[in-house]
C-alpha cells in the first residue's frame, strides 16, 4: 500500500531541504499537510526524526518559520517533521471559539458529533503519519517528540501512552493535565462527551501516574517561562514534574525568568531540546 | 526635542529583550512601528546597532520573527533595529500593486505627487530613526546595515551616500541596480518622476561608480541564492562586484547554490552577516 503525496514546496536551508507536502489522510478523511526538515546527509546510516506539535491555531508552517530549528538539526543529522494541528477543510466540523475545531485537535480520537467523523489525529500522528514518513524518505525508526502548548500536551501524551515509539519527549509550556483546565475540558466535553473517564487516556499526568512501575522510562524535558500569560490557569507543569519525582521518573522542569507563551521563547531554547533528544537518538 | 515612543509589545528573547513601538514620525507624516532586539548586557560599554531593511510586502516583523537573528545578536552584543519598509495608514496613497505604495517604499524621498507628502524613508532612515533610537537606548554610535531584496538596495544605496555614518554594509539578494530593472523602474518612475537622472542617487551600482577615488571604503557582503526566481530579472547583483572589482572597493559577493528568495536563505545565512559586521563594529 503505498500513499502518494505532493510536493508543495521546497526551499533550500542550512544545507539541507524544507519541504511541504499534500496528501490524503485516512484517519482524518481529508488532504492534510505536514513540513519536513530534511538535513544535509552526513553518512550512509539514515537519520532519527523528531516531531513537532504546534499550539492552539498554528499549522505546519508556525515552528518551520519561527523557531530557528533547523540549524540545530541541519549540524545533528535530525529530520523535523511538522504535522498540522487537526483535520481542515469545508467538510471538516468547526467551531467559532479559536480553542475547539480545525487548528485545535488535541491529539486525540474524537467519538462525538459533530467531530467524530474527522478529528482522529491520535490515530493520524501514531499510525498513518509515521508509515507515511518512513515510506517517502530514508530515515531511521529512531524517534522522538516535542511540542508547545496544545503540542506539548500532545507530544508527552503520545509518547506517555507510546513509550516502546520515543526515545524522549520535551515540551514547551505544555497542557499537562487537560482533564482539569479550561482549554482541556472545554475540548474534551466536545469531542469526547461528558464521561470524564474517557479524558483520562489524554490526560499526561494521569499517564504518567497509570504507568506500571516496571515500565522503562525515557527522559521528558520541559521548558515553561514565568511570565506566560497561561501559566496559572492553563498549564501548571510543575503538576507534572512533582508526579514524576514521585515516581522517580527522568524529568527536567526548566523554569525560563521572564520567558512568556511565545515563538520567542522557543526559539530560544530549541537548541536545548534538540540536544537533549539528539543525547537519545544517536 | 523629545519624540515620545510607545511600547506595543516586547519579549524575553535569547536573555534579551525583543520590542515593538509606535512613535509619530515627523518625516513621515504618519504612525510608524519599528521593532528592536536588546542584547543581554555584556559591560558598561553600549552596544553597536545593526540596522536591517526588509522587503516588497514586508513590515518590521518578518525579520523578527523567521530570521533568527536574536540568537546570534545576543551571543555578539549587537543591537538590532528594523524599521518598517514604507509610511502606513489610511492618509497614506498606495496602490494596488504589491511593489508600489504602503510596503515598497524604496527607501527614498519622493517628489511626485500623491506620494511625496509621506514617502520619505530616506529622511526617515537617516536623520530620525536613528536620532529617535539613540534617544531612547543606551547605544553606541557605531552602526552597519543590511537588508534584502528592496531592503537590500536600501543598505547598500544608504550606506553609500552615507560611508562615514555606517562601517559596513550587506544584502541578502538585493537589487543593487534598480534604475535599469522593472521593480526600481515602475516604482522609480512613480515616486520621482520621469527624469531619470533624480534616479542616479538612489541607485547603488550609480554610486559606486561615482564616489570619489579618495573615499574611505567600507567592506560589503552580498549573499544571492542561485534558486532565486527574481535573480535575472531584477537583481544581478554581480553588476554591483564588477563596479566593486574594477574600482579596487572590498565587496564579496557570495553564490549561494540552490537558495531562493525566501527567509530559509536569510536564516541561513544571517549568523555570516553578523559577524561580518561584528568584525567593524567592535
Same mark, same amino acid.
Given at each position: 500500500?503505498?500513499?502518494?503525496?505532493?510536493?508543495?514546496?521546497?526551499?533550500?536551508?542550512?544545507?539541507?531541504?524544507?519541504?511541504?507536502?499534500?496528501?490524503?489522510?485516512?484517519?482524518?478523511?481529508?488532504?492534510?499537510?505536514?513540513?519536513?526538515?530534511?538535513?544535509?546527509?552526513?553518512?550512509?546510516?539514515?537519520?532519527?526524526?523528531?516531531?513537532?506539535?504546534?499550539?492552539?491555531?498554528?499549522?505546519?508552517?508556525?515552528?518551520?518559520?519561527?523557531?530557528?530549528?533547523?540549524?540545530?538539526?541541519?549540524?545533528?543529522?535530525?529530520?523535523?517533521?511538522?504535522?498540522?494541528?487537526?483535520?481542515?477543510?469545508?467538510?471538516?466540523?468547526?467551531?467559532?471559539?479559536?480553542?475547539?475545531?480545525?487548528?485545535?485537535?488535541?491529539?486525540?480520537? *474524537?467519538? /462525538?458529533?459533530?467531530? #467524530?467523523?474527522?478529528?482522529?489525529?491520535?490515530?493520524?500522528?501514531?499510525?498513518? +503519519?509515521? %508509515?507515511? &514518513?518512513?515510506?517517502?524518505?530514508?530515515?531511521?525508526?529512531?524517534?522522538?517528540?516535542?511540542?508547545?502548548?496544545?503540542?506539548?500536551?500532545?507530544?508527552?501524551?503520545?509518547?506517555?501512552?507510546?513509550?516502546?515509539?520515543?526515545?524522549?519527549?520535551?515540551?514547551?509550556?505544555?497542557?499537562?493535565?487537560?482533564?482539569?483546565?479550561?482549554?482541556?475540558?472545554?475540548?474534551?466535553?466536545?469531542?469526547?462527551?461528558?464521561?470524564?473517564?474517557?479524558?483520562?487516556?489524554?490526560?499526561?499526568?494521569?499517564?504518567?501516574?497509570?504507568?506500571?512501575?516496571?515500565?522503562?522510562?525515557?527522559?521528558?524535558?520541559?521548558?515553561?517561562?514565568?511570565?506566560?500569560?497561561?501559566? *496559572?490557569? /492553563?498549564?501548571?507543569? #510543575?503538576?507534572?514534574?512533582?508526579?514524576?519525582?514521585?515516581?522517580?521518573?527522568? +524529568?527536567? %522542569?526548566? &523554569?525560563?525568568?521572564?520567558?512568556?507563551?511565545?515563538?520567542?521563547?522557543?526559539?530560544?531554547?530549541?537548541?536545548?531540546?534538540?540536544?537533549?533528544?539528539?543525547?537519545?537518538?544517536?
Amino acid at each position: 500500500m503505498s500513499i502518494s503525496i505532493e510536493l508543495l514546496e521546497e526551499h533550500r536551508m542550512f544545507d539541507g531541504w524544507q519541504q511541504r507536502y499534500r496528501h490524503f489522510s485516512s484517519s482524518l478523511q481529508c488532504s492534510m499537510t505536514f513540513s519536513i526538515y530534511l538535513p544535509p546527509p552526513r553518512d550512509d546510516s539514515p537519520p532519527p526524526v523528531v516531531y513537532w506539535l504546534s499550539g492552539l491555531t498554528c499549522n505546519d508552517e508556525n515552528f518551520t518559520t519561527k523557531a530557528g530549528a533547523q540549524r540545530i538539526a541541519a549540524e545533528l543529522g535530525i529530520v523535523l517533521v511538522m504535522p498540522d494541528t487537526s483535520p481542515r477543510g469545508d467538510d471538516v466540523a468547526n467551531d467559532e471559539g479559536y480553542d475547539l475545531g480545525q487548528g485545535a485537535g488535541f491529539y486525540l480520537n *474524537a467519538t /462525538q458529533s459533530p467531530w #467524530a467523523a474527522h478529528f482522529r489525529m491520535y490515530d493520524y500522528l501514531i499510525d498513518e +503519519l509515521p %508509515l507515511l &514518513v518512513q515510506e517517502h524518505f530514508n530515515i531511521s525508526d529512531r524517534q522522538s517528540i516535542m511540542g508547545h502548548s496544545m503540542g506539548g500536551h500532545g507530544a508527552l501524551m503520545l509518547a506517555l501512552r507510546n513509550p516502546q515509539r520515543f526515545r524522549s519527549a520535551s515540551a514547551f509550556a505544555p497542557i499537562v493535565n487537560p482533564c482539569q483546565v479550561p482549554w482541556g475540558r472545554k475540548a474534551f466535553t466536545a469531542y469526547l462527551g461528558a464521561d470524564e473517564s474517557q479524558w483520562l487516556q489524554y490526560d499526561s499526568c494521569h499517564l504518567l501516574s497509570s504507568l506500571p512501575s516496571e515500565q522503562e522510562t525515557f527522559p521528558i524535558l520541559v521548558d515553561q517561562g514565568d511570565s506566560d500569560q497561561f501559566l *496559572a490557569d /492553563q498549564l501548571q507543569p #510543575a503538576k507534572l514534574a512533582e508526579l514524576a519525582r514521585q515516581r522517580g521518573w527522568p +524529568l527536567q %522542569l526548566r &523554569v525560563q525568568p521572564g520567558y512568556d507563551h511565545s515563538y520567542y521563547t522557543i526559539a530560544s531554547f530549541v537548541e536545548d531540546h534538540l540536544r537533549f533528544h539528539a543525547a537519545r537518538l544517536f
